[in-house]
């Protein structure tokens, strides 16, 4: 039998950072995935977009952590995951839309988060050739950006494994152990890991490993594609994102990454549920349609790749984090709902300070001052308030 | 104007109209349709692009839309050259760096979704998808087969060279040219057969679908029932230090701007693999007029088949064997290729290392299967089959028959009672043979009579010269009971015909016979064997005869050693072969050893010594679409305990154009020199597309722009 301090369910956008954080304040702590790498669930799936722009605080909150982090992993670090302050564009097209981002900006403004209400002449200038016609402008965030999965994945496996974190891949969870309601082990891959506390990190597997542990966590999955294009000189400033829906898809969003290639993704519709990680002939078509509308002169810049990932979704958009009181050391950091890339690295240095001060089931934020997070995302709620900007 | 005017075996292309276009503003010409990439190199521009990262000179590599290295600015867009036809007046230029997108901000007027519906759906109209399709086609499926290339065949289209295999079943004896008129006609016989080219397949999607990037402008979804994936080889490519100048390309590459694009692409090669591919290079470079240094291997003994090899030796090309390319050197191309020999362990041996003067370095290591589409379609569920280069790689004969027996495969996959020929199955495995065991053919005394001599000692799956003998004179010695067996003159009935000198694809069967009454009058003179008897020899000849009868030539023996030089007595040619019968007097004692004609002199493999190079692989770019070198990959995977090549992609390694077709089989070398096992390494995943396509051509807004009614005639279903 393995001991340590704590451990991680899942290499992923959430583990991996918690994990750094966790061994560089000194604790023992296992990484298990059953992946054969690092970030190979839905992190590698993720567009690369980490925004503060949510409606609900702790997001907010929770996000301006992560963008703190990305902006400083090459100072602090000399870890370059192409972070680029590139801000984000909400843009409407609509009265209803413009209204909606309008009733928005004092909640954002109120929890950090700096946010205006910019013209369509501004627009034209942070992304120029977007279509003009019809704009009324539209929310912008300049301190949002984004930044590379997969290398962002790397540098924090980097930092774990540099504070000391043992990682084990390839490993399927097959059992926990429980005394009363307390897990005292689970094993994967035959082999039994003991520990004080545990963390289920698994992204789109989270209600999986619950289920093995005893628990129900409402945490479906839902399958959305993306794709990337081939680079080009860098010609437009922010994450694009266009909430209407249509018959055929939602809401769907796109940005230059710093080395000049366009990341796209768009949400179907309806909704596909699953795990199915296979290839459409529909998506591109789709929205591959919206982005030229949306910015006529992407129609020469040449697609290079498609891949398909997963939300895991719970029914109100908010992740769920906390301690179930069927596994009480347990500690759930789930159902980011297609956000644990922006999420993970705030998060992980979030839980690892509640962590520390003594955060466990009876009092999940210790002495810190992150009640209001465990409050919001708690696996109690009733999950009717819906997330406006999922 | 670097084209061949004058080549011996292919027309030369009087159709094509000259036209003129723009080279980063200069005004140059070209032939309407042809490649950019190819209309530059007949110009003397080889340089397209230089590297966004850092600034490095990129070429034309694979010319088979592959790679991306030859992307340039075409009409302001980023274009491959090497698949982009040149039409009047086009603007070509150099790209510096990352393209502009074009400020096109017209609104977007007309999206459209075009499918189409097959029964098979087969990737590639090479040799084994056309025979696919016309054994599909004879069951009566509607079959759809989709080639990238402007022309069915596959690589056939690039084969000069006359076939090995059996006349019977593959066509033996005839060139790969004609071979692949002769099965698109086949397969267009049958009704329910559609071939569309410029149709590169994109992506193989989990709907059962495919998206075709048609006539590289549009977006055609085809759903089908059935795939046979028939996409062929990509050649493999190796890594030293150089390999990313301009000037090094793949062998086959240098084919495709030779033989069929007519451009005479350099003045001089070198050329790295002696498997068939490297060898037939040489042959191909020899008849449009470029010079071979040499041909380079690395083992201790020819890869490809041995009675290609000595044809090489004989036209004056020396095949160096435990040998290596050490470096390509040049400022902005290869001007240079520094090769050694190598010890036991691969290592260069100290004072063996020698410089060659030369413009281009082709890579001929090896092929392997483009089995993204299998891949693809296994994993999604959908019913598939591979046959050809993309199943196993062998030569073409063998992929004709492989598409036959997918084809029965899949019909009976499909519920379709049939019954498969065995020996089909029989045929395409012996066709696919390596070469066997190499045997010692007896002396051979030329008598008054014709008879043939052999220059063909290896089992090879071969057999043309026995079927073409018309009196039956040559018979396979059966130890196999199959074409892999030798042949052998059984009798005294040759006629002299020549059927056999000219059918045969190694050039390795020679007439002899001694000159009529010259025996008679030689004893009548001394009464014993007299040193001036004389003997004639018929010789094969595959290069432009316009000599006059009379000129005396190098004559070599089965190696390619010289052995005389005689004069042409005169000069026959058999125009169904496409090829001449030369006819020579020399000394009696020699005519049975000689072989073959030198075709290039001594001097063309000349080198001078040189410095082994220090060792430079490390900083060798390995990626070359986002030049990452071999070092930066190896301390990436020891600083990170990397296990899974998929986490290269963050060195962006496989994220580049071409999607890690060309590297892929390069980075084990990585993993290696990081103490790492390749083999407990997780493999890449594959996601489409396949190939880069603009976002307009998605939604076919090109369609519009076009006009519907032209779009749809140039090749839609």
């Known amino acids: 039998m393995k001991h340590f301090d704590v451990v991680i369910v899942g290499a992923g956008s959430v583990g991996v950072p918690l994990a750094w954080q966790l061994a560089a304040r000194g604790l023992k702590v296992a990484v298990i995935d059953q992946e054969a790498s690092w970030g190979r669930g839905q992190n590698r799936a993720a567009i690369g977009g980490v925004r503060a722009t949510h409606s609900d605080p702790a997001k907010i909150r929770i996000c301006l952590e992560s963008i703190e982090i990305f902006s400083s992993l090459k100072s602090k670090y000399g870890l370059d995951v192409e972070w680029q302050p590139g801000g984000y564009l909400y843009v409407a097209y609509d009265e209803a839309t413009e209204m909606q981002f309008r009733s928005l900006l004092k909640k954002q403004k109120t929890a950090g988060l700096e946010i205006d209400w910019i013209s369509p002449e501004k627009i034209a200038r942070l992304a120029p050739g977007i279509r003009t016609e019809g704009l009324l402008g539209g929310t912008f965030s300049p301190y949002d950006g984004y930044a590379s999965p997969l290398m962002a994945a790397t540098a924090f496996h980097k930092l774990a494994l540099d504070a000391g974190v043992l990682f084990f891949f390839n490993r399927r969870v097959e059992s926990i152990r429980k005394a009363d309601n307390t897990i005292i082990s689970l094993t994967a891959g035959q082999e039994e890991f003991s520990a004080e506390f545990f963390v289920n990190a698994a992204g789109a597997e989270a209600a999986d490993i619950a289920k093995i542990a005893g628990f129900d966590i409402p945490v479906f999955p839902d399958c959305h594609e993306a794709g990337v294009t081939e680079p080009v000189e860098r010609f437009m400033q922010p994450m694009i994102v266009d909430i209407r829906s249509d018959a055929e898809s939602g809401n769907y969003y796109f940005y230059q990454a710093r080395t000049g290639q366009v990341v796209f993704c768009i949400t179907p519709r309806p909704q596909i549920w699953g795990r199915d990680k296979d290839s459409t002939s529909t998506f591109l078509p789709i929205c591959v349609r919206r982005m030229i509308e949306l910015y006529p002169r992407l129609r020469n810049l040449r697609v290079r790749r498609t891949w398909r990932g997963m939300y895991p979704m719970t029914p109100d958009g908010l992740p769920i984090i906390g301690y179930p009181d069927m596994a009480i050391n347990f500690l759930q950091a789930v159902g980011m709902c297609g956000q644990g890339f922006m999420m993970g690295p705030g998060l992980g240095h979030i839980l690892a300070q509640t962590i520390m001060a003594g955060g466990s089931h009876a009092n999940p934020a210790g002495a810190t001052e992150y009640n209001f997070i465990f409050d919001e995302f708690s696996i109690n709620r009733s999950f009717d308030h819906a997330e406006l900007l999922k | ?717």
Not at chain 2, 33 to 60: C, M, R, T
């Open chain 2, 1 to 717: 104007m670097n084209r061949i005017e004058n080549h011996p075996i292919l027309q030369s292309r009087k159709d094509r109209r000259q036209i003129r276009f723009y080279f980063d503003g200069d005004e140059i010409a070209g032939f309407e349709g042809e490649p950019v990439a190819s209309a530059l190199i007949a110009s003397g521009h080889h340089v397209f692009s230089h590297h966004h990262k850092d600034g490095a000179p990129q070429g034309l590599f694979c010319a088979n839309g592959q790679c991306s290295q030859c992307t340039m600015l075409i009409d302001g867009i980023p274009k491959k050259s090497c698949m982009t036809p040149l039409s009047e007046g086009m603007d070509v230029r150099t790209l510096y760096g990352l393209p502009h997108l074009p400020a096109e901000d017209e609104p977007l007027v007309q999206a459209e979704r075009r499918s189409v519906r097959t029964d098979i759906f087969i990737i590639g109209a090479g040799p084994a998808g056309l025979a696919a399709a016309t054994e599909l086609g004879r069951m009566g499926y509607q079959v759809l087969v989709a080639d990238d290339k402007a022309q069915a065949g596959g690589k056939l289209v690039l084969q000069t060279h006359k076939f090995f295999g059996s006349e019977a079943d593959c066509y033996a004896g005839t060139r790969g040219i004609d071979i692949a008129h002769i099965l698109e006609d086949e397969a267009k016989r049958h009704p329910s057969v559609t071939i569309l080219t410029n149709a590169p397949v994109v992506g193989i999607y989990k709907d059962r679908k495919a998206g075709i990037y048609l006539n590289y402008e549009s977006y055609l979804l085809v759903e089908f029932t059935a795939l046979v994936v028939a996409a062929g080889a990509r050649e493999k490519a190796l890594h030293f230090p150089g390999w990313d100048l301009p000037g090094v390309i793949g062998a086959g590459a240098f084919q495709t701007l030779v033989n069929r694009d007519l451009v005479k692409a350099y003045r001089k090669i070198l050329i790295i693999g002696s498997g068939n591919v490297g060898l037939i290079a040489a042959y191909h470079a020899l008849q449009a007029g470029i010079t071979v240094a040499g041909i380079i291997e690395v083992a201790g003994r020819v890869n490809g088949y041995q009675v290609h090899a000595d044809k090489i030796r004989r036209m004056g090309v020396p095949i160096s064997l435990n040998s290596t390319i050490l470096k390509a050197e040049g400022r902005d191309k290869v001007e240079r290729a520094i090769v050694a020999a190598v010890d036991e362990k691969g290592q260069p041996v100290a004072g063996t290392a020698r410089a060659y003067e030369v413009d281009a370095v082709l890579i001929a290591a090896g092929l392997s299967p483009c089995n993204e589409f299998l891949e693809q379609a296994r994993r999604y569920g959908i019913m598939a089959v591979a046959a050809g280069d993309a199943a196993e790689i062998a030569e073409a004969s063998s992929a004709m028959y492989g598409g036959k027996t997918a084809a029965m495969d899949l019909a009976s996959m499909l519920g379709k009672k049939i019954i498969v020929n065995p020996e089909w199955e029989t045929t395409r495995k012996v066709l696919a043979s390596r070469p066997g065991d190499s045997y010692e053919r007896s002396p051979v005394v030329p008598g008054s009579e014709w008879r043939p001599v052999f220059f063909c000692s290896e089992e090879i799956p071969c057999n043309p010269c026995a079927t073409v003998c018309p009196v039956g004179a040559i018979q396979l010695r059966p130890m196999h009971g199959n074409i892999m067996d030798l042949p052998y003159f059984e009798g005294n009935r040759c006629t002299g015909c020549g059927s056999c000198v000219a059918v045969c694809p190694g050039l390795a069967i020679t007439l002899v016979r001694r000159i009529p009454g010259e025996k008679a009058l030689a004893d009548k003179a001394s009464g014993d064997k007299a040193s001036g008897d004389r003997a004639q020899v018929v010789l094969p000849w595959e290069f432009n005869a316009d000599f006059d009868i009379g000129t005396e030539l190098d004559l070599v023996d089965q190696k390619g050693d010289f052995v005389e030089r005689a004069p042409v007595v005169s000069k026959r040619r058999v125009s169904s072969r496409n090829t001449w019968l030369l006819t020579f007097h020399v000394d009696i004692a020699h005519a049975s050893k000689i072989a073959g004609i030198r075709v290039q002199p001594q001097e063309a493999s000349a080198f001078q010594s040189a410095e082994i190079p220090a060792d430079g692989a490390a900083d060798t770019v390995l990626c070359r679409c986002e030049r990452v070198t071999l070092g930066e990959i190896v301390e990436f995977i020891r600083n990170n305990k990397v296990r899974d090549i998929n986490q290269l992609k963050s060195l962006r390694v496989g994220m580049g154009a071409c999607g890690g077709k060309t590297c892929s089989q390069l980075v084990g070398k990585a993993f290696r020199l990081a103490g790492t096992d390749p083999a407990e390494v997780e493999p890449a995943t594959q996601r489409p597309l396949f190939m880069e396509m603009p976002m307009g051509a998605a939604v076919n807004e090109g369609l519009h722009k076009l006009g519907g009614k032209e779009a749809g005639a140039r090749g839609a279903p």
